[in-house]
């Protein structure tokens, strides 16, 4: 086939065996450059790497490995400062950044590439990114976590109602409740780290496939790399994705969880529950209702998880199934991988002045802590330390809810003889027992609501974020 009018005939790294050039349909199907180039700092410090470890094992002289080196060092300020010609053609940005070094430094650029393969080359690309990735989307849970705390500072002694089923159920402080998600945050902290300190291992020195056939020293390439360790089988270097695959189900997680907090925080900004109020900094209005101010950002923190989940379960089912060893498929893991550092990053990005100007209704909680007969496991509690076991002390408070409802009463209002009716063994120190500063007290236990338990809460959340 000939070269189309208007495209440039470039020659590619493999046009040795082929008699037609590439049909520009297949070769912009084909192309990655326009996703893979952001792998340019970390294919870069693999190319320097490999040039050193070529001079090592004696098939670089000195010269020209620092020809190498050097040129890799001008490409690098060119992709730097953008001032590095692209060229989509040339399908990828390891063979961009390959015909770029050649055009700078000359023929010695076509030694670099010996005894490696753009199947070992991308692994580590992709290797030495995620590292640098999972430590910052880290770092940013980190400050969103920071945020948390800062707001659990100021709410140790605030009552919310606490819910199950979405139906209000016992009393909880403001604190403990932004410090659940301090808690689902550290752990996901932990499976970003550990996502990072299973890939922090070298597959360069695997080659195609079998195994880079000159004495590369793998162990000095890796101290090179700053890698902990070293690939002990090539097929499996090449082949799995299951790093990135790691970190995308730590991402899926994370989103899953900052999906809660913003629905949380959706939920919370409704007229009908009115306990918060975004900033006008973090909130958009409505093009037709004027008086409307909507919840946009929360919203669409929690609407990112889908695409976190769906990045996960997109590289998932391209891995499925496939044979060993490199698959074209596998080019296909990028996009989903990159899309989902980059949502992260947005919502780690987004929510830590989010948080920091939240205004918390903590009157309008206050007053909901106290509805709808919260502290009536409180009574049967009272009822348990006046000896009578747990079960008929659930009867007896039930049976005495429903009197009440029938009343139209609260439990406050009860005078005493009623109350009474259902037990002898209630008293008048039964008042104190079911106020909500009460119920809240009672819960002192490790990792209870009580705002003395939460205290000590929140000391172990500092420590965690200080040190973990
Ligand atoms: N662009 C490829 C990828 O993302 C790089 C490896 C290409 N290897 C190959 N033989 N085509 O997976």
């Known amino acids: 086939m000939k070269p189309r009018p208007g495209r440039k ?7 040795g065996r082929f008699t037609q050039s590439t049909d520009p349909t297949a070769e912009r199907f084909t192309g990655s450059l326009a996703f893979d180039r952001r792998l340019w700092p970390w294919d870069i410090t693999g190319s320097v790497a490999w040039a050193k470890a070529l001079g090592r094992a004696g098939l670089l002289t000195a010269s020209e490995r620092d020809t190498i080196v050097r040129g890799l060092d001008a490409v690098r300020e060119e992709l730097a400062t953008g001032t590095f010609p692209f060229r989509p053609e040339l399908e990828d940005i390891h063979t961009n950044v390959e015909r770029r070094l050649h055009d700078l430094v000359g023929d010695v650029a076509g030694k670099l590439h010996t005894g490696r393969s753009r199947n070992d080359q991308i692994a580590l690309d992709e290797r030495l990114y995620l590292k640098d990735v999972a430590a910052r989307v880290a770092e940013g849970l980190r400050r969103v976590q920071e945020a948390l705390v800062a707001r659990a ?26 410090l659940a998600y301090v808690f689902m945050l550290q752990r996901d902290r932990e ?42 089988n090539s097929l499996d270097a090449v082949s ?10 730590a991402g899926a997680l994370a989103g899953m969880h900052l999906s809660r907090l913003a629905a949380d925080l959706t939920l919370w900004a409704t007229a009908e529950f009115g306990f918060v109020e975004f900033s006008d900094a973090f909130a958009t209005g409505s093009s037709i209702m004027p008086q409307k101010k909507n919840p946009d950002v929360a919203e669409l923190i929690r609407g990112k998880s889908g695409r976190l989940y769906g990045n996960l379960v997109a590289v998932l089912t391209t891995m499925k199934g496939l044979p060993l060893a490199y698959n074209s498929d596998m080019q296909e893991d990028k996009e989903p991988f990159f899309d989902s550092v980059d949502t992260l990053e947005a919502i780690v990005g987004v929510l830590p002045p ?52 029938d009343e139209g009463k609260t439990l406050e209002d009860l005078t005493l003889p009623e ?50």
């Open 9 to 15: 005939n470039v020659r590619k790294p493999w046009a």
């Open 153 to 178: 500072a100021e709410t140790v002694e605030a009552p919310l109602p606490g819910y199950t089923h979405l139906q209000r159920a016992q009393p909880v402080v403001l604190a403990h409740h932004l």
């Open 191 to 232: 499976r970003f780290r550990d996502a990072a300190a299973r890939a922090d291992v070298l597959p360069l020195g695997a080659a195609a496939l079998a195994g880079t056939a000159f004495p590369i020293d793998r162990e000095a390439l890796a101290q090179d790399l700053g890698f902990a360790a070293v690939s002990p």
């Open 240 to 249: 799995d994705r299951d790093y990135v695959l790691e970190f995308l189900a």
């Open 354 to 405: 989010l948080l920091a100007t939240l205004t918390f209704r903590t009157d309008r909680m206050r007053r909901a802590a106290g509805e709808h007969f919260s502290t009536a496991t409180d009574l049967a509690d009272y009822l348990v330390r006046k000896g009578l076991p747990f079960r008929q002390a659930h009867e007896v408070v039930g049976r005495l809810v429903r009197y009440a409802l």
């Open 419 to 468: 109350f009474r009716r259902f037990s002898p063994l209630i008293d008048d120190d039964v008042k104190d027992a079911i106020t909500v500063e009460a119920s809240l007290r009672a819960r002192a236990v490790t990792g209870g609501t009580a705002p003395a338990a939460v205290r000590r809460t929140l000391a172990l959340a500092r420590t965690l974020i200080a040190h973990g």
